[in-house]
Each structure stands twice: as structure tokens, then as C-alpha cells.
């Protein structure tokens, strides 16, 4: 499927299903970052996202998206053993039966090389604007990466695009609307993610529902942080879709397993939700 300005986005298409549910699978602090832990080693970083992608999968979410939520503090460019470890992971733990996504923090081409190798269908980046930031001055470049997903002949890989990073602040004045509409037509998002101000925070039902009115039914819009079981069906009555991490992990702390229970109670709301509609 070739993605381009004339061709908006198939959810359905894409995850079997409307209003789609995305799980995170968060790896622990990969090699060379402050909290890996060197003792247990690259394999028990694969085991422990193993078991999160099991209890997932069994929960019944529609794609798991990967990501190296454990590296903190973040860097704006990946390190050569964090791609390596990345795509290892990936590689071995990603589920057969329904798509999956790549998030590199914050290196969308790093990002996008693991998904090209492995088979990912999606990316989520920030990939427009210019922010400041916990990382220092952020100002990422979608041209770039658009044809870098050219060069490797990547083009069925979607790339969801943050356009309210969390711990980062834009510099500018566009509202929601008007830049997710500058994004949907300039930068050619195949989708457009609207977050809280870090992880786990949820945005407000509003901000989505701007960005909604931006991108109109052109592209499609996904809450992308603090999604609950409380409020998953709020968010779906406003975005295309959703985005989940922390209130699947045990005690919804962002860095903690998964907790099945609550993945689970999770997966019932948003089928209720469904059902609703």
C-alpha cells in the first residue's frame, strides 16, 4: 500500500478493526544507558518484553508498538547498540498475527530503520515543529525522514506523527487545529497522535478533538497518552484511536510490567465502546 498525500490512512485496513487499541511494549534501559542493568544482559531485556507482548496479545489489543521507554534520560539520536538491541528485540518478541509499530526515543529514523527490517507496519515519532525540551532545543525533520522511508523502499510502513511531544513545550503559536492540518498537508502524516505532557498524562477530550477538526476525516487522529480504562471511551468518542502504556502496568506506573488484569479490563472497554457505536 503506498502512502501519500492523496491516500488517507485505512485503520481498518490496517488493524482489522475501527477505532484500533495500541498497546506499548516498553523495553527496560537498553546497553550503554544510565539504568541498564549489565548483569542480567541483552537477553533478560528480550525475556521481559516477551512476557509484556504475551499478556497483550492475550488481552486481545489490535498492534503492540515497541518502544524504548526505559532509556531515560533521552537522547535525540539513537546510539548504535540502542538500533541493535532494538531490532533484536523486536525481531524476536513481535506477535505474528496482528501489526506492529516501532518508537524510537526520539531518533524517528532510527525508528524507522528497525521497522523496515523487521516488518513493522507503523512508526510513532515526532517528526515536525521545533520544541524545548528536556532533551534541550528539539527540532526534527519530517522532509528527512520521508525520504529516508523513500530510500529504503518503505513506503507501506505508516508514520504516526506527535505533534504535542510529552516533556517538551512547542515554540510557536499554532493551535491544535491548524497544526494538525499543516502537518496532515505539508509534512504528510498518515496519522496524527495528540499526547499529554508526559508519559502517561492524558491530553484533555479537547485537544483531540481540535486536532480532530484539523485533519477532518483526511487522516486519522489517536489519543496517545493517558489513555485509561476510565476514559477510553471519551477519548474514542472524539479520536480515530488510541494509544495505551501506563495504565496497563502493574499499579499504572509507566516503568513496570504489565499488569494482565488491567490489560484485560482495558480491552473490555474499548469493546464496549465498539459495540456503542
Same mark, same amino acid.
Given at each position: +500500500?503506498? #502512502?501519500?498525500?492523496?491516500?488517507?490512512?485505512?485503520?481498518?485496513?490496517?488493524?482489522?478493526? $475501527? &477505532?484500533?487499541?495500541?498497546? !506499548?511494549?516498553? #523495553?527496560?534501559? !537498553?546497553?550503554?544507558?544510565?539504568?541498564?542493568?549489565? /548483569?542480567?544482559?541483552?537477553?533478560?531485556?528480550?525475556?521481559?518484553?516477551?512476557? $509484556?507482548?504475551?499478556?497483550?496479545?492475550?488481552?486481545?489489543?489490535?498492534?503492540?508498538?515497541?518502544?524504548?521507554?526505559?532509556?531515560?534520560? =533521552?537522547? #535525540?539520536?539513537?546510539?548504535?547498540?540502542?538500533?541493535? +538491541? +532494538?531490532?533484536?528485540?523486536?525481531?524476536?518478541?513481535?506477535?505474528? $498475527?496482528?501489526?506492529?509499530?516501532? *518508537?524510537?526515543?526520539? *531518533?524517528?529514523?532510527?525508528?524507522?530503520? %528497525?521497522?523496515?527490517? /523487521?516488518?513493522?507496519?507503523?512508526?510513532?515519532? %515526532?517528526?515536525?515543529?521545533? =520544541?524545548? @525540551?528536556?532533551?534541550?532545543?528539539?527540532?526534527?525533520?519530517?522532509? &528527512?525522514?520521508?525520504? =529516508?522511508?523513500?530510500?529504503?523502499?518503505?513506503?507501506? %510502513?505508516?508514520?504516526? !506523527?506527535?505533534?504535542t511531544p510529552e516533556f517538551a513545550? /512547542?515554540?510557536?503559536?499554532?493551535?491544535?487545529?491548524?497544526?494538525?492540518? @499543516? %502537518?496532515?498537508? @505539508?509534512?504528510?502524516?498518515?496519522?496524527?497522535?495528540?499526547?499529554?505532557? !508526559?508519559?502517561?498524562?492524558?491530553?484533555?477530550? $479537547?485537544?483531540?478533538?481540535?486536532? &480532530?477538526?484539523?485533519?477532518?476525516?483526511?487522516?486519522?487522529?489517536?489519543?496517545?497518552?493517558g489513555v485509561k480504562s476510565s476514559?477510553? &471511551? *471519551?477519548?474514542?468518542?472524539?479520536?480515530?484511536?488510541?494509544?495505551?502504556?501506563?495504565?496497563?502496568?502493574? *499499579?499504572?506506573? /509507566?516503568?513496570?510490567?504489565?499488569?494482565?488484569?488491567?490489560?484485560?479490563?482495558? +480491552?473490555?472497554?474499548?469493546?464496549?465502546?465498539?459495540? @456503542? #457505536?
Amino acid at each position: +500500500m503506498r #502512502l501519500d498525500a492523496e491516500v488517507s490512512l485505512d485503520l481498518n485496513q490496517l488493524f482489522g478493526v $475501527d &477505532k484500533p487499541a495500541v498497546a !506499548m511494549a516498553h #523495553l527496560p534501559p !537498553m546497553p550503554g544507558t544510565p539504568l541498564y542493568d549489565e /548483569t542480567s544482559g541483552p537477553a533478560a531485556i528480550v525475556e521481559s518484553v516477551a512476557r $509484556d507482548v504475551e499478556h497483550l496479545v492475550g488481552a486481545g489489543f489490535d498492534a503492540i508498538l515497541f518502544c524504548n521507554e526505559g532509556d531515560r534520560p =533521552y537522547q #535525540l539520536q539513537a546510539s548504535l547498540e540502542g538500533v541493535a +538491541m +532494538m531490532a533484536r528485540v523486536v525481531a524476536e518478541v513481535a506477535p505474528s $498475527d496482528r501489526p506492529f509499530g516501532v *518508537d524510537y526515543l526520539w *531518533d524517528p529514523q532510527a525508528a524507522l530503520a %528497525v521497522a523496515a527490517v /523487521t516488518g513493522a507496519s507503523f512508526i510513532r515519532e %515526532v517528526a515536525t515543529g521545533v =520544541y524545548e @525540551s528536556d532533551m534541550g532545543l528539539w527540532a526534527p525533520d519530517a522532509g &528527512k525522514l520521508l525520504r =529516508y522511508r523513500r530510500e529504503l523502499d518503505a513506503e507501506h %510502513v505508516a508514520v504516526f !506523527m506527535n505533534i504535542t511531544p510529552e516533556f517538551a513545550s /512547542t515554540v510557536g503559536t499554532r493551535d491544535i487545529a491548524t497544526a494538525a492540518r @499543516s %502537518v496532515r498537508v @505539508s509534512s504528510l502524516a498518515d496519522a496524527i497522535l495528540v499526547s499529554g505532557p !508526559m508519559a502517561g498524562a492524558e491530553p484533555s477530550v $479537547d485537544a483531540v478533538r481540535e486536532a &480532530k477538526r484539523g485533519c477532518g476525516d483526511e487522516t486519522p487522529v489517536f489519543a496517545n497518552t493517558g489513555v485509561k480504562s476510565s476514559n477510553v &471511551k *471519551d477519548f474514542l468518542a472524539v479520536a480515530d484511536g488510541a494509544i495505551v502504556g501506563s495504565d496497563l502496568k502493574v *499499579d499504572g506506573g /509507566t516503568w513496570n510490567p504489565v499488569d494482565p488484569e488491567r490489560a484485560s479490563r482495558f +480491552m473490555t472497554e474499548v469493546r464496549a465502546v465498539r459495540e @456503542s #457505536l
